[in-house]
């Protein structure tokens, strides 16, 4: 099973600066099966990106995804009042799927 | 709209049954890949369980935790798909969410449902 490992645990930011939330794999995850989503308080979660890249219809172009192999980034360039909430990073392979534990990005 | 609705959700004893619904409306169940996640009280996402489309056999795939337990199903025609819970325990305490695979390998998900809470307790 792939061990996905989120840093840092929480982020504390103002409106307007950017954040890096990492997400870093036990060992290579196939073929970019790498997705971001975002959770607010009491609500599902909703995809960001997918294929470690890729926009999911709707994600803002602020968001940005990168990396492969077995490190992985998400990028916020500003963040917006709604950014505030708790990103996970989840992977897919050998038919099992695991998130990471999550980075919570609040407000300074 | 495409959505998905969870229902069946409830309080159970430990060691009982309950069985989970996912409808699907403003598209095709049938043409996607469907998974199951649960999310215990303050703590982060787990993934339980995935069914494939019938080009692939309906074929399904358990976490480890949940693996002779639970049996995921759907039924195409009626645009839902269920989450069979027996021997339930305390640790399967959470809300359950089902979503729908956003391509067919299923690396990805799109859809989500609002959740439908699952508390075991005696």
């Known amino acids: 099973e792939i061990v996905l490992t989120q840093s840092p645990g929480t982020l504390s930011l103002s409106p307007g600066e950017s954040a890096t939330l990492y997400c870093r794999a036990s060992q290579s995850v196939f073929s970019d099966y790498l997705a971001w989503y975002q959770q607010k308080p009491g609500q599902a979660p909703r995809l960001l990106v997918y294929?470690?890249?890729s926009r999911a219809t709707g994600t803002p172009d602020r968001f940005s995804g990168s990396g492969s192999g077995t490190d992985f980034t998400l990028t916020i360039s500003g963040l917006e009042p709604e950014d505030f909430a708790v990103y996970y990073c989840q992977q897919h392979g050998f038919s099992l799927w695991t998130f990471g534990q999550g980075t919570k990005v609040e407000s300074k | 709209e495409v959505q998905l609705v969870e229902s069946g959700g409830g309080l159970v004893q430990p060691g009982r049954s309950l069985r989970l619904s996912c409808t699907a409306s403003g598209y095709t169940l049938g043409d996607y890949p469907v998974s199951w996640f649960r999310q215990a009280p303050g703590r982060g996402l787990e993934w339980v369980g995935y069914?494939?489309?019938?080009?692939?056999?309906?074929?399904?795939e358990y976490a480890a935790s949940v693996k002779g337990r639970f049996t995921v199903s759907r039924d195409d025609s009626e645009n839902t798909a269920y989450l069979q819970m027996d021997s339930l325990k305390i640790e399967d305490t959470a809300v359950y969410y089902c979503?729908?695979?956003?391509?067919?390998?299923?690396?990805?998900?799109?859809?989500w449902g609002q959740g439908t809470m699952v508390t075991v307790s005696s």
């Open positions: 979503s729908r695979a956003l391509r067919i390998n299923g690396d990805a998900f799109d859809v």
């Open positions: 069914i494939r489309i019938r080009s692939s056999g309906w074929t399904t």
């Open positions: 294929g470690a890249s």
